[in-house]
């Protein structure tokens, strides 16, 4: 029996799910407590494995402190599948790299940063190192 894969749309919903727990330094378990599941449940939502019904969306919105409608957000039309009437020509989805678990401790690292001015000149520092990471592989 072959195992079907998440759908995009799911995955992408997850992701935010994750995005906004991790950036608020929220555990899975906790926020699995707080709507009264278990951390290996928020995994899956996580993941895409299990989809979210639109009370649980509601309740996690209220968790946290997001509207609804953040869950969706960056999602596009290639990510949705672009299916109207037809469930034709599902396609795969990556997680996308501002989920990562690095990106996000950077950006709550990033954040914690108090000084304006500190913060800017490590974002200056940052933006440096990947636009020269960019012209050496331009010259490989």
Same mark, same amino acid.
């Given at each position: 029996?072959?195992? #079907? ?9 997850? !992701? ?5 727990? +991790? &950036?608020?330094?929220? !555990?899975? =378990? ?7 599941? +278990?951390?290996? %449940?928020? /995994? ?7 989809? $979210?019904?639109? #009370?649980? &969306?509601? /309740?996690? #919105? ?14 596009? %039309?290639?990510?949705?599948? /672009?299916?109207?009437? #037809? =469930?034709?020509?599902?396609? +795969?989805? =990556?997680?996308? %790299?501002?989920?990562?678990?690095? +990106?996000? =401790? ?6 914690? $940063? !108090? ?20 012209? $050496?592989?331009?010259?490989?």
């Amino acid at each position: 029996m072959k195992k #079907s894969k998440p759908d995009p749309v799911d995955v992408h919903v997850g !992701s935010r799910v994750r995005l906004r727990r +991790t &950036l608020l330094g929220m !555990s899975q =378990e906790k926020l699995g407590n707080a709507l009264g599941l +278990t951390f290996q %449940q928020i /995994q899956k939502y996580e993941r895409g494995a299990n989809r $979210i019904g639109s #009370s649980r &969306l509601y /309740q996690l #919105s209220q968790i946290l402190d997001v509207p609804v409608s953040f869950f969706f957000d960056d999602m596009d %039309q290639k990510e949705a599948g /672009q299916r109207g009437l #037809s =469930e034709g020509g599902k396609q +795969t989805f =990556e997680v996308d %790299q501002l989920s990562r678990r690095e +990106t996000l =401790e950077l950006v709550r690292a990033y954040y914690r $940063i !108090s000084d304006p001015a500190v913060r800017k000149k490590a974002f200056e520092l940052v933006k440096a190192l990947g636009n020269s990471a960019l012209a $050496i592989q331009a010259n490989d």
